[in-house]
């Protein structure tokens, strides 16, 4: 079965090629569209059909949705997927889409609404019985209510913007006497960014972990979920490390955990993948939010289950039933995501965009590498820094964790800086490799201590490696990755 005859895969980059190879293997047709910023990118080469949609900046090319749905029609596709970031959230685009008859892979237009509102989707939720952060029950109408409730709930307090993503607008707030400062800072900073400025407030968790479920539902009434990823590796709201399982996970928590997620997935008519995400603290987990797309860290999931996500999303969204039921699924091994991003670790993870200028994947058992470069390849300054996805598998934890070590390694990327050292540092750090993370993990000191020792250690073998590449000495190279490695071991 092929679903649909012909794709236009409305991104770039890695995810539209990860989603032109489920397409390639179905036998599925690819259009690809692309900016004046990417006229030599891979993901052009790799498709069927490519299509200029305007100039770099994303306004012009990538969310230029009259553009796109023209491209759409004219190439003859049936289908468009979003991918992640760009349209994929955006529900007057997958309304458009549905007006000119072309299938939007994704849940509808009015499940993407809904859950475009932390307040909207938040009380949906508790009103079905999920667990939610106890906090005001919609936005704050006056400063004297969210007095009441924070007093109430008990300081330190949060407020959030109902529009918001990436913690644009979030305060904690210590005691009373900052509340009203807070709720007006963040509804200024609210208005500003997403034109919406109510802002609601939440009981302030302590070291929360960031756990999502994975969950796919037909047009059927059928929802299932693929098991959970923890996610608390993040930087300024940007996940750096994913894994799955979760390594604190029980069978008791991940029974009542995927009950919520389908729970939440069915309140909101939910079709095709999307993800629920929880907030966990001292044995208590939270609904957050629901990712109504494609996500970034899918890999790992699909590593653990052995299910192709975006082959099961062409399918749903042409209508077909999920071929499989809960107890069809089960999770195997670990498996562990680390992003690339050519950004400086050393400079605050300033984007450091170049061009590569030598290049070499890691590869060998449990690898799997997601990515949009090459030799030779300029990095736009218009776009995600993220370059690839470096996915390890293992038969459990500490074989994924040696897998990634082992690849970070092989890997080697000349000629800008990426996040490879400190994704060294972190696969070294006794905190992780013991799985005791939090979402403030990168702030607490002990990796900042290391990773200058890692960066200049990835600069050395970076030098040597490309004095040896230079010279034609490719086995050279390889070896001399290997005797880093080594030594490494012994000082273990
Ligand atoms: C929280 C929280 C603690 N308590 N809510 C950050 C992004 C936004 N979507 C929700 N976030 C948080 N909400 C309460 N009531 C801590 C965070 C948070 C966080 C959450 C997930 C992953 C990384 C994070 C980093 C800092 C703060």
């Known amino acids: 079965?092929?679903?649909?005859?012909?794709?236009?895969?409305?991104?770039?980059?890695?995810?539209?090629?990860?989603?032109?190879?489920?397409?390639?293997?179905?036998?599925?047709?690819?259009?690809?569209?692309?900016?004046?910023?990417?006229?030599?990118?891979?993901?052009?080469?790799?498709?069927?059909?490519?299509?200029?949609?305007?100039?770099?900046?994303?306004?012009?090319?990538y969310l230029n949705i009259d553009r796109i749905l023209e491209v759409a029609k004219k190439s003859?596709?049936?289908?468009?997927?979003?991918?992640?970031?760009?349209?994929?959230?955006?529900?007057?685009?997958?309304?458009?889409?549905?007006?000119?008859?072309?299938?939007?892979?994704?849940?509808?237009?009015?499940t993407i609404e809904m859950m475009g509102s932390k307040i909207g989707s938040k009380k949906t939720m508790r009103d079905v019985g999920v667990p939610v952060v106890p906090g005001t029950e919609g936005g704050v109408r006056n400063v004297d209510e969210a007095r009441k409730i924070s007093g109430e709930i008990g300081y330190p307090v949060l407020v959030k913007a109902s529009a918001g993503g990436g913690g644009i607008g979030m305060q904690v707030v210590e005691d009373e006497s900052g509340l009203e400062e807070a709720i007006n800072a963040g509804m200024r900073i609210a208005g500003s960014a997403f034109g919406d400025s109510t802002v609601f407030i939440e009981k302030y968790l302590?070291?929360?972990?960031?756990?999502?479920?994975?969950?796919?539902?037909?047009?059927?009434?059928?929802?299932?979920?693929?098991?959970?990823?923890?996610?608390?590796?993040?930087?300024?709201?940007?996940?750096l490390v994913e894994e799955s399982p979760c390594s604190i996970m029980t069978e008791e928590l991940r029974e009542r955990m995927s009950a919520s997620a389908i729970a939440v997935a069915k309140?909101?008519?939910?079709?095709?993948?999307?993800?629920?995400?929880?907030?966990?603290?001292?044995?208590?987990?939270?609904?957050?939010?629901?990712?109504?797309?494609?996500?970034?860290?899918?890999?790992?999931?699909?590593?653990?289950?052995?299910?192709?996500?975006?082959?099961?999303?062409?399918?749903?969204?042409?209508g077909e039933p999920i071929?499989?039921?809960?107890?069809?699924?089960?999770?195997?091994g670990h498996a562990i995501e680390c992003r690339i991003n050519a950004e400086d670790p050393l400079n605050n993870f300033a984007a450091d965009p170049g061009k590569i200028v030598r290049y070499r994947s890691p590869g060998g058992p449990g690898?799997?590498?997601?990515?949009?470069?090459h030799v030779g390849y300029a990095i736009p300054t218009n776009y995600d820094s993220m370059i690839s996805k470096l996915c390890t598998y293992g038969y459990n934890r500490m074989e994924a964790i040696e897998r990634m070590r082992r690849a970070i390694y092989e890997y080697v990327i000349i000629g800008v800086k990426t996040t490879l050292p400190l994704h060294h540092a972190?696969?070294?750090?006794?905190?992780?490799?013991?799985?005791?993370?939090?979402?403030?993990?990168?702030?607490?000191e002990h990796i900042a201590r290391t990773l200058n020792r890692y960066v200049r250690e990835e600069e050395t073998r970076i030098q040597t490696l490309g004095a040896s590449l230079r010279q034609?000495?490719?086995?050279?190279?390889?070896?001399?990755?290997?005797?880093?490695?080594?030594?490494?071991?012994?000082?273990?």
């Open 206 to 239: 302590v070291k929360p972990r960031h756990i999502e479920f994975q969950i796919l539902a037909d047009e059927h009434g059928h929802t299932v979920h693929l098991f959970e990823r923890e996610c608390s590796i993040q930087r300024r709201h940007q996940k």
């Open 367 to 373: 690898v799997r590498l997601d990515s949009g470069i």
């Open 1 to 61: 079965m092929k679903f649909f005859e012909k794709v236009l895969i409305a991104n770039r980059g890695e995810i539209a090629i990860r989603v032109m190879r489920a397409c390639r293997e179905l036998g599925v047709e690819t259009v690809a569209i692309y900016s004046d910023a990417d006229t030599n990118a891979l993901h052009v080469k790799y498709a069927d059909e490519a299509f200029h949609v305007g100039e770099a900046p994303p306004s012009k090319s």
């Open 426 to 444: 972190i696969m070294h750090n006794k905190q992780f490799v013991e799985g005791n993370t939090h979402t403030g993990f990168l702030l607490e």
């Open 472 to 492: 034609g000495k490719e086995v050279a190279a390889i070896s001399a990755a290997v005797n880093v490695y080594l030594h490494h071991k012994k000082n273990a």
């Open 267 to 318: 309140a909101s008519d939910y079709t095709n993948a999307g993800t629920v995400e929880f907030l966990y603290c001292d044995g208590n987990y939270y609904f957050m939010e629901m990712n109504t797309r494609l996500q970034v860290e899918h890999t790992i999931t699909e590593l653990v289950t052995g299910i192709d996500i975006v082959k099961q999303q062409l399918a749903i969204a042409a």
């Open 323 to 332: 071929p499989f039921g809960q107890e069809g699924i089960s999770i195997r």
């Open 76 to 110: 003859g596709a049936e289908a468009v997927h979003p991918g992640y970031g760009f349209l994929a959230e955006n529900y007057r685009f997958a309304h458009r889409c549905l007006e000119d008859g072309i299938t939007f892979i994704g849940p509808s237009w009015k």
